[in-house]
DNA sequence: TTTCTGACA
DNA sequence: TGTCAGAA
């Protein structure tokens, strides 16, 4: 099941394809690089090349955005499904379960909305998260 | 032609 | 985020 992990993982797509297949602009694309959203290879002329992985993340940010999440609240979401996979190599398993993104988003959009007295780290303090 | 980086009336 | 410039 690793080869199919690799070629999701090979970068292939110029930007223009990654743009019409997102609805993203490029500028947009760049910017979620910036951030660390996501990590496309350069090719010989320093152009990005993206991959199928690159362009799920886009999508997914996407839907975030649509959902009116801002950036901060979707860059800790991917870091906290990072940070949640790094300490799978720990703990054996545990997964940020749908329920666990829903409670995330939820918070933000309280943080958002000027209705809580916000402090978005804290629920990395995954204490209750398990 | 397409993409890259940097900058901002 | 859009958009323009100058370069590759």
Known sequence: MREKELRRSRSVFPIGTVMTLT???ARQIRYYEEQDLIHPERNE?????FSLNDID????I????ADGINMAGIKQI????KEESETKKQKEHQMITDEDVRRILH?????VSG????????YIDSKDLF
């Not at 993340?57 to 997914?60: I, K, M, Q, T």
């Not at 918070?107 to 943080?111: A, G, M, R, V, Y």
């Not at 209705?115 to 804290?122: C, G, I």
């Open 23 to 25: 609805d993203l602009s």
């Open 45 to 49: 002329g320093n152009r990005r090349m």
């Open 57 to 60: 993340v886009l999508l997914e």
């Open 62 to 65: 996407k839907d975030y955005l």
């Open 78 to 81: 991917y870091t906290l499904k």
């Open 107 to 111: 918070t933000e959009f309280l943080s």
């Open 115 to 122: 209705l809580m007295s916000k402090e978005p780290t804290q």
